[in-house]
Structure formats: C-alpha cells, structure tokens
C-alpha cells in the first residue's frame, strides 16, 4: 500500500529554519517562520496566558471530552474580539461559530462547509497569498482562481486590477480576503478600498471569506476588526476564520474559530450542526486547552487588560522595526525601494530583491528567508538590523 510513496521535499519555509540551526555564523539572522520575537530572539508565552494558565491548572479537575463546539464560552469570545459586542448580538441567531484546531483547522473546515453545501464554488485567491491557502482549498476538492494584488514594482496595492479580475466571478464564487496583515506581502487595503471590495462582491453575488490571524497586529484590536465588521454587516453571506496562535501566542495549543454568517432559514442551528458534523468526520472535536487559556483571559477584566498591554507592545515592537530598517535601507542610497516596509503592517514585508539576491544574503550572510523576499520582520533587533542592511546593499 505504501511502498510507491516517495519522500517530499522539505516544507520551503520550515526546511529554511533546520538549516539555519545547522548554520555557525554567529551574526546569522532567521527571518524565515512567522512567529513573534523579542529582542532576545524569543517566541515567549503572554503573561496574561501564563497567569491563566495557573488559574486552569488548578482548577481544571477533568479531561472528559468538551462539545464538538469547543470550550465553553470561546467561540463567544472570539466572535466578540471580531465582531465586536454590538454587531455580535445584533447578528445573534444568524451566524454559526465553532472551535477549530488552529486558523488552519477552521480555513480547511470552512472549506469543507462550502464544498458540501455549493460544490461548484471558486476560490478567489490574492496574487500573492499565504502558501497554505491553495492547498487548502484543493484539499477541500474546490477551484482557485486568481485576482491581482500586490503590485512588486510599485510595491503596493493593484486595486484597480483586484477589482477588475474579480468582475470576472461569477455570482456565488467566494473571495478570499486577508482581514489584516496580508500574508506574505504586509499590504493590507484601506477603508476605502475595503468599502469598494464590499460593494463590488455585494453587487455580483459573491461570498468573501475573511481570514484574520494577525487581529491587534496592524493598527489595534479594534481597528483591525473595522472590514470584518464592515463585511458581517453589510453582506447576506460571509464566512471567517480566526487565529488565535499570534494575538494570543497559542501557536502549538492549535486555537482558531471559523464563524459563517447566512441568510437561510434558522442559520445559526442549521450552520452549527452542519459545522460539528465536518468536524466529527475528521477530528471530532478540537482541543481544549488553548481555547481554556484564550476564554479565561477574556472573560478577566485584569488579564485582558494585561494581554491588551501586551499586545500593544508586540505590535509596536514590530512596527519600530519596520521604520529602522526601512531608514536604513534608504541611508544605503536605495531611495525608495524598500520605503513601503515602514508602512506596511504585521509580522511579514515582502522584500523587493530577485531570487538571486535573497540566495546571496543566505550563503554570504546567514540571512535566512524564503525565496520570494517574504520577512518575517519580527525576526529582525534593533541591533542586527545595521547588519541585514549591510548585507543587502552588498548583494543588491
Ligand atoms: C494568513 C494566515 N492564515 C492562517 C494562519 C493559520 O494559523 P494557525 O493555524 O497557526 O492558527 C496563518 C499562520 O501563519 C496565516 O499567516
């Protein structure tokens, strides 16, 4: 049964950070995999999650199985922190939400949702997306398509070519939409492109699909929410997938939501059921923990405040290290070329640098990110950045 199966290559992405523990060059930098650092190089669990963690640990008392929805009380507090109080109990009774295995689980969940009730549905993807994307829908047995995005020589948003491409869905085709901090490129649409976006897919029939994994990670909580609430309110149809693994730095405890707005007759029963059965075809149930640890520091005023706090500092770190390097890269002579890294938002910025170029800062300087120019900016100090600099003018 096995024997034809050949080896894979290695992820491009977590093949990039074995070789960078393998590298000696003590200036070596990996900018390679998402996840938040310090200045210390370090991904360390929130303080308001470790004191929730305390509280759990000694009151948690069974492991007996929770619902197929997920620990009590997380899908509420998700659909809080996306929708926002109002909106969340204006649209009570018409929107379905359950506790999936991370972002990924409830992307692949979602997509299994629309496979099953409209198996002819495109996926609209950005040019360029996030890699698990396309393999996602696929492995959901649905058909991508493509609309521009991110123009790399202008360095910002085609709005112009988005909305053109995707005059060319068809009505109940489904738009896939990073709700902030576009993964891989760290361009995210204004309110005033979102406000074109929402019209044009109300006008044609179509179903956007939010993805929101960086919420608090752009401008702030709440301004982050805005197009999520901005699509929950307006469109008939909308379908959401929520990460917990950075805002709340869960990575490994695999914390996410999918959330499904309808239109049909007793939505929220008809979604939920449909939604627990996928997942019982597939997992069963999610894990406890992460959506434990997330539900305590939310329904806490302190720890809430405490992981706003510290929220707010991640944020600020990244964003300060957007402005370094992109100073840095001027005082080099580039002019403008890497200018949008300071404005552009979250953990990625995809640098304008050939194949070549991002090979070169690899082999001669131990810079390490994949081959596209996508940085993990986060992985960046105050202190390396006159080094990546350095090693950027002397490849480009
Ligand atoms: C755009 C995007 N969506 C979804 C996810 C899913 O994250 P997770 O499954 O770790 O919660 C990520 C994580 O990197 C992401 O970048």
């Known amino acids: 049964m096995f024997s034809h199966l050949e080896p894979l290559p290695a992820d491009p992405i977590l093949g990039l950070s074995a070789l960078f523990k393998a ?3 003590p200036s070596k930098v990996d900018l390679g995999v998402g996840v938040y650092r310090t200045d210390a190089g370090e991904t360390p669990i929130m303080k308001a999650i470790q004191a929730a963690y305390e509280r759990l640990v000694a009151n948690e008392g069974s492991k007996v199985y929770i619902a197929p929805t997920g620990w009590p009380g997380f899908t509420d507090a998700a659909a809080e922190l996306a929708l926002g109080v109002a909106l969340k109990d204006k649209l009570k009774g018409q929107y379905g939400a359950i506790q999936t295995p ?16 409209a198996p002819e549905t495109t996926v609209w993807v950005s040019n360029p997306t996030w890699a698990n994307h396309v393999p996602t829908i696929k492995a959901a047995d649905l058909t991508t398509a493509v609309y521009r995005y991110y123009d790399r020589a202008s360095t910002s948003i085609d709005i112009d070519g988005m909305l053109e491409d995707l005059k060319d869905a068809k ?9 902030s901090c576009h993964n891989p490129t760290g361009a995210d649409l204004d309110l005033a492109q979102w406000g074109k ?18 919420q608090g990670f752009a401008q702030g909580i709440e301004e982050d929410a805005e197009p999520i609430r901005q699509v929950f309110e307006t469109l008939p149809e909308a379908v959401l997938s929520y990460s917990c693994s950075k805002n709340f730095g869960l990575y490994r405890e695999r914390t996410g939501c999918l959330i499904v707005k309808s239109n049909g007759q007793d939505a929220e029963k008809a979604l939920v059921t449909n939604m627990a059965r996928l997942a019982r ?8 923990h992460g959506a434990a640890l997330m539900t305590t520091v939310m329904e806490d ?18 964003n300060g290290l957007r402005r370094t390097l992109a100073d840095s890269l001027t005082q080099k002579g580039f002019g403008d070329r890497f ?4 404005t552009q938002t979250g953990m990625f910025s995809l640098l304008n640098l050939s194949p070549e170029e991002v090979a070169a800062l690899q082999k001669d300087h131990a810079i390490y990110f994949p081959a596209n120019g996508r940085i993990n ?5 105050q202190a390396n950045i006159p080094y990546v600099a350095d090693a950027v003018a002397s490849v480009v």
């Open 339 to 342: 200018g949008a890294v300071a």
């Open 23 to 25: 590298d000696t060059n």
């Open 102 to 117: 991370g972002g990924c689980g409830a992307l692949r969940l979602g997509f299994e949702l629309i496979k099953h009730s």
């Open 197 to 214: 976006v929402i019209e044009l897919i109300g006008e044609r029939g179509l179903v956007p699909f939010l993805d929101m994994a960086y």
């Open 377 to 381: 900016v986060a992985g960046l100090t």
């Open 301 to 318: 005023a302190d720890l809430r405040a405490m992981w706003q706090a510290e929220l707010t500092e991640m944020r600020d770190r990244v």
């Open 281 to 288: 075809e597939n997992y069963s149930m999610p894990p406890s």
């Open 171 to 179: 009505a109940g085709d489904m738009v896939l939409l990073h709700a």
